[in-house]
């Protein structure tokens, strides 16, 4: 047994799974649905909840108050000669509706074959507690291999609309030299993955007038300009006859995909027609000369998100309306700024208006794109720690969503963030019977305290 071997054995015969399990379930029944403002005692139980669990283990744990629902935050500091890490999660949940739809009560964590049935039991209560008992782990081993830090924040499934000015205020006791999230899906239910790209956003609407009211199809229909045509002229210009973006300037700051993750990605069991066929469709669409995997992680999209105009109701009438628009978003990569992106899109639809009708752009909510830097030693510590819970190495994937909040806070604490996923699609976050395999609860409790380890051997200030 080299020493790596032996520490994993005494880690997993500490490893106490009852008592896991019991104290994750405790945290299940609190119903910490924050959208819901009944629900505001059960936000502010489920904080104090952990923040006591975090005080029991020694840290320093404090239920801290936003404009909205509180954060916990808490740290134990071991050594200012030991790296820090910041463990970001969110304690609240999805509203559980339809319950009807629920096999068992969605506050009520049942356990049926391997898994535990409950709203939040992946997303995310399930995984910030895996991080929760790694430490726990350590410290029953010895002692903390470097400082830990946890935000655990109340409000990510309505946006987190306080979080950012939270990040700001507190940016120097945040202070950490990498970030961990668990907070998502990993590749495959037996592919460990840790996720280094998001995608950004630039969200806009697009307003088309056309005559000062609706007319009368047979009267003036002919001469008079009608704005649905228009809209549709107008939106069929955006994309060129290779599936590009035809805006210009578009792609002029978007960082290539390289030769190596191109043909990492290549490796992944990934089949694109198995993928349309998984969706219902008989081929897949898009920029030429890519896999699906890479138009969805690497590459920049525009897409309608909604449409409307002219008569909508039941049977006929024959109308040219006054009006039409869309909305419609660009998911972005790195390095293309979203307000950059914002700004081509608004001075180039106007000039696709056909004669006769005024055009006009507004925008909506912005994210901005990001990929970390792999060659950090962090991530090969990620790597290791992972391939030390999992049994094989994890892949390196990254994700066509946005984070918003990871942004803020890679850029307030100016690190890199490693997502280190512990769910998996299956588990169904968001849906009916959420669920979390306890398999993946005792893994992740096992890859967290391996983390901790393998960051606490780099040592600090790399
Ligand atoms: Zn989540």
């Known amino acids: 047994m080299n020493s790596d071997q032996s520490l994993d054995q005494s880690l997993e015969n500490l490893l106490d799974t009852p008592s896991a399990d019991q104290e994750l379930f405790e945290l299940l029944r609190i119903q910490s649905v924050s959208t819901d403002s009944t629900r505001v005692p059960e936000m502010e139980r489920t904080a104090n909840?952990?923040?006591?669990?975090?005080?029991?283990?020694?840290?320093?744990?404090?239920?801290?108050?936003?404009?909205?629902?509180?954060?916990?935050?808490?740290?134990?500091?071991v050594s200012s000669d030991k790296p820090t890490v910041l463990i970001y999660g969110h304690y609240d949940v999805q509203p559980e509706d339809p319950l009807e739809e629920w096999i068992s009560a969605p506050f009520e964590p049942t356990v049926r074959g391997d898994r535990v049935y409950a709203r939040g039991a992946t997303d995310d209560k399930g995984q910030l507690y895996a991080h929760v008992r790694g430490v726990q782990l350590l410290q029953e081993l010895g002692d903390l291999p470097c400082n830990i830090k946890f935000l655990l924040e109340g409000e990510e499934e309505m946006g987190s609309p306080n979080l950012?000015?939270?990040?700001?205020?507190?940016?120097?006791?945040l202070a950490a030299d990498v970030i961990v999230i668990s907070d998502g899906s990993r590749f495959d239910t037996d592919i460990p993955s840790i996720t280094y790209g998001v995608r950004g956003l630039t969200y806009l609407e697009v307003h088309v007038q056309g005559a000062d009211r609706d007319l009368h199809s047979g009267v003036y229909g002919g001469a008079a300009p009608n704005p649905i045509n228009a809209l549709a002229q107008i939106i069929a210009q955006l994309h060129d006859e290779q599936g590009r973006v035809a805006v210009p300037g578009f792609y002029d700051d978007v960082q290539p995909l390289s030769p190596e993750e191109r043909a990492a990605w290549a490796t992944l069991p990934h089949d694109d027609a198995v993928w349309a066929a998984s969706i219902g469709v008989s081929e897949l669409i898009g920029e030429v000369g890519y896999t699906a995997l890479e138009k969805t992680w690497g590459r920049p999209t525009l897409d309608c998100n909604g449409i409307w105009g002219g008569f909508q109701g039941e049977g006929s009438k024959t109308v040219i309306p006054a009006k039409a628009g869309a909305k419609i978003s660009c998911r972005l990569v790195a390095n293309q700024d979203e307000n950059k992106i914002y700004s081509l899109l608004e001075a180039y639809i106007p000039t696709l208006a056909p004669k006769g009708v005024k055009v006009t752009v507004k925008p909506h909510h912005h994210g901005t794109a990001m990929v970390m830097d792999l060659s950090s030693p962090y991530f090969?510590?990620?790597?290791?720690?992972?391939?030390?819970?999992?049994?094989?190495?994890?892949?390196?994937?990254?994700?066509?969503?946005?984070?918003?909040?990871?942004?803020?806070?890679?850029?307030?604490?100016?690190?890199?963030i490693i997502f280190l996923d512990l769910g998996v699609n299956a588990d169904n976050l968001h849906s009916p019977n959420e669920s979390f395999s306890l398999k993946d609860y005792h893994r992740g409790i096992l890859a967290s305290a391996y983390v901790f380890q393998e960051i606490g051997k780099l040592g600090k200030n790399l």
């Open 380 to 416: 090969a510590a990620a790597e290791r720690a992972t391939e030390r819970a999992f049994g094989v190495k994890p892949v390196f994937i990254r994700t066509g969503g946005s984070i918003p909040i990871a942004l803020a806070l890679k850029t307030a604490l100016k690190c890199e």
């Open 49 to 77: 909840w952990l923040q006591h669990k975090l005080s029991s283990l020694g840290f320093e744990a404090a239920v801290e108050a936003t404009a909205g629902h509180p954060v916990v935050f808490a740290q134990k500091i």
């Open 164 to 173: 950012g000015a939270y990040i700001s205020a507190n940016a120097t006791r």
